[in-house]
């Protein structure tokens, strides 16, 4: 049961340079999210998606970009790094409305230089 | 907006019992999750409470109350395995989404 999965595990970036992030489940559900971990802020929201075509902004989205085109994939994408955005990257998905428990990927540690 | 507070650190010795609290403020509410997360891993769900009361799930248990506006986690028969981080995190109706608190490290020592 391979669940959430993410790729890839660890980066480094320069300032300025992109990447996409990838996020894939088998467990066909509706929704998706990504979020981000610091030290001493807990999880935040940067990007969710409630089905395959649809995304919608969450509590610190500016500097990313989101795309749903397949239901079982979300990619987080940073078009220019900043150091800012040195942080953990966790993808979780959920059945759908009616069922609350999100599950979580192991995370992406992403620096940027 | 949203508010969520619990401890940054507890400290308990193996085979005890520990109380994890958790206060929040959510317009919305609609239910309360805590998640474990070892260190360099993923959150794992451990518990969900939408009415007022306690769930027990073997040497877990979570209480919630809505009209104060709290919840705590119980672990008893404490295992040096359950060192790790407790995520106390409220569902809000019409945000399809989680808000999180800053999480309780919790360190069990022998």
């Known amino acids: 049961n391979a669940g959430v999965t993410q790729t890839p595990k660890f980066r480094v970036l320069k300032t300025g340079q992109s990447m996409t992030l990838l996020c894939a489940q088998d467990?066909?559900?509706?929704?998706m999210y990504w979020y981000r971990q610091d030290p001493g802020m807990g999880l935040r929201l940067i990007h969710y998606?409630?089905?395959?075509?649809?995304?919608a902004k969450g509590e610190v989205p500016d500097g990313y970009n989101v795309s749903r085109l397949k239901k079982q994939n979300f990619l987080l994408g940073l078009e220019s790094a900043a150091p800012s955005q040195t942080s953990v990257y966790f993808c979780?998905?959920?059945?759908?409305?009616?069922?609350?428990?999100?599950?979580f990927g192991a995370g992406t540690r992403l620096s940027v230089l | 907006g949203q508010n969520i507070d619990q401890p940054t650190e507890m400290t308990a010795t193996e085979g005890a019992i520990v109380q994890i609290n958790c206060t929040y403020q959510?317009?919305?509410?609609?239910?309360l999750f805590w998640y474990q997360q070892h260190a360099g891993e993923a959150p794992t769900f451990l518990s969900y409470?939408?009415?007022?009361g306690l769930e027990e799930k073997g040497r877990f248990s979570s209480f919630l109350s809505r009209s104060k506006g709290y919840s705590y986690l119980l672990l008893k028969e404490l295992q040096m395995k359950d060192s790790a981080s407790y995520l106390c995190?409220?569902?809000?109706?019409?945000?399809?989404?989680?808000?999180f608190g800053t999480g309780t490290r919790l360190t069990v020592i022998p």
């Open positions: 998606s409630v089905g395959e075509g649809t995304t």
């Open positions: 979780a998905s959920r059945a759908g409305p009616a069922k609350n428990i999100q599950y």
């Open positions: 959510t317009s919305g509410f609609n239910g």
């Open positions: 467990m066909n559900h509706e929704y």
């Open positions: 409470n939408v009415l007022d």
């Open positions: 995190a409220a569902y809000q109706t019409g945000a399809n989404n989680l808000f």
